[in-house]
């Protein structure tokens, strides 16, 4: 909703300037230099990427229109799953999890949290790293650099995405000259024909470097930034589930399990001690 937000601002900043100004607005309706600039981006980003990438790359748009959706209450709620799952394997032994984590779209435990289990990467971490768990043999610290490997692996395919879309941001100022120089071609030839007719044609070129240069600063390198970002908050839930396993691992209580866990949230979105305590409290 912000991004959306952000677009409106950065549009009416722009144009009502220009309109302030005394710009006619229909000379920026250069619809010509927006193919040529849309079309050789997109190009672009077809040529650089795989075709796996740039599935993942319209996904993460996506997720960036809609916000990031990681906040305290999805935190709580994995909080209390990771209670939960303590106190199974404190009670049950490992043993107990095994159903679980099988078939965890089955499981009556984790059916209790849809948000959780609707997010598939998390559900695979939670239930690879438990199942490492039921396994048995594997000490914490080497579970935990287990862990830890997997998530890095995670990480750098992830960083590809926002990477991306920032050379995207960098080439589209030297597209934008690209589509002026055409404009200047098509000025030339018309160099003998009267000024008004010259200087539309200049105009029109002209708007080509101004939508380079917007489209770059204004629009495609905020999303790139935007997309790290909540890929950020996506790494930081994932090591919230790390902790939290390595704990139950080292056969520590479920709220200690909670406490150590909860101590890997970012302050913003960290719940406090005393809405933990009371939650564990009443289960």
């Given amino acids: 909703m912000f991004v959306i937000i952000g677009f409106v601002v950065v549009i009416a900043s722009v144009l009502g300037g220009f309109l302030l100004e005394g710009g006619p607005i229909m000379v920026l309706m250069q619809w010509v230099e927006f193919l040529i600039i849309g079309g050789t981006a997109i190009g672009t980003l077809l040529i650089g990427n795989s075709p796996a990438n740039i599935k993942k790359i319209i996904s993460n748009l996506t997720k960036t229109m809609s916000g990031i959706k990681i906040n305290e209450n999805s935190y709580i709620e994995l909080l209390k799953l990771l209670f939960e799952v303590a106190s199974i394997y404190k009670k049950e032994g490992a043993i107990a999890l095994e159903k679980h984590i099988e078939n965890p779209e089955k499981s009556p435990l984790l059916k209790k949290f849809p948000a959780f289990i609707a997010d598939h990467h998390s559900v695979e971490v939670l239930c690879d790293s438990l199942r490492i ?14 862990i830890d490997s997997a998530l890095e692996t995670h ?126 409290r009443q289960k």
């Fill in 133 to 146: 768990v039921v396994l048995g043999g594997v000490p914490p610290h080497e579970l935990e650099a287990m």
């Fill in 155 to 280: 990480h750098e395919e992830t960083s590809r995405i926002p990477g991306a879309i920032s050379k995207i941001a960098d080439a589209l100022p030297g597209i934008g000259i690209v589509a002026a120089v055409l404009g200047i071609v098509i000025t030339m030839q018309a160099i003998g024909g009267p000024p008004e007719v010259i200087g539309h044609k200049v105009g029109a070129a002209l708007v080509g470097t101004f939508l380079g240069i917007l489209l770059s600063y204004g629009f495609v390198q905020p999303i790139a930034t935007n997309i790290e970002i909540l890929l950020e908050h996506e790494a930081r839930y994932m090591y919230c589930i790390k902790a939290g396993v390595v704990a139950i691992a080292k056969d520590f209580s479920p709220m200690v399990v909670v406490e150590i866990a909860r101590k890997q949230i970012y302050s913003d979105d960290r719940p406090t001690f005393a809405a933990i305590d009371k939650i564990t």
